[in-house]
């Protein structure tokens, strides 16, 4: 089942269900809108093949803080990135993360997105 406003509304009211901050604007019909945060993990552009097998591929990220101006994302490129939102889910109430499809249209697609676990607390 998927949650309409009224119900993101009641639980967000009951206490049940947490994403801070929120603006009543991003709440949608059915979904709620959320902000990319401000920190990003990037590959190197000297890593030409992502080998998973590598245990010290994580260490070779660069961590990015943007600025109020942002940072530009290079084509081709993978970056890891965190909700500006925190949020807690109840251990009954799973998420889906998906992109917004006007920023698909610019080339930004949210690859790795998907199902978040029940229980769920973070950004």
Request: proline fraction near 8%.
């Given at each position: 089942m998927i949650l309409n406003d009224r119900s993101i509304r009641k639980l967000l009211?009951?206490?049940e269900l947490s994403?801070?901050?929120?603006?009543?604007?991003?709440?949608?019909?059915?979904?709620?809108?959320l902000r990319l945060g401000n920190e990003f993990l990037i590959y190197p552009d000297e890593i030409e093949i992502l080998d998973v097998k590598n245990p010290d591929l994580s260490?070779?990220?660069?961590?990015?803080?943007?600025?109020?101006?942002g940072f530009v994302i290079q084509p081709k490129h993978f970056i890891l990135a965190t909700t500006r939102e925190y949020i807690k889910?109840?251990?009954?109430?799973?998420?889906?993360?998906?992109g917004r499809s006007s920023l698909g249209r610019l080339g930004l697609f949210i690859e790795n997105a998907g199902w978040v676990d029940a229980g769920f607390e973070g950004t």
């Open positions: 009211k009951e206490g994403i801070e901050p929120l603006d009543e604007a991003q709440i949608q019909p059915s979904s709620v809108d260490n070779q990220l660069k961590r990015v803080v943007a600025d109020e101006e889910l109840p251990d009954y109430l799973t998420a889906f993360v998906e």
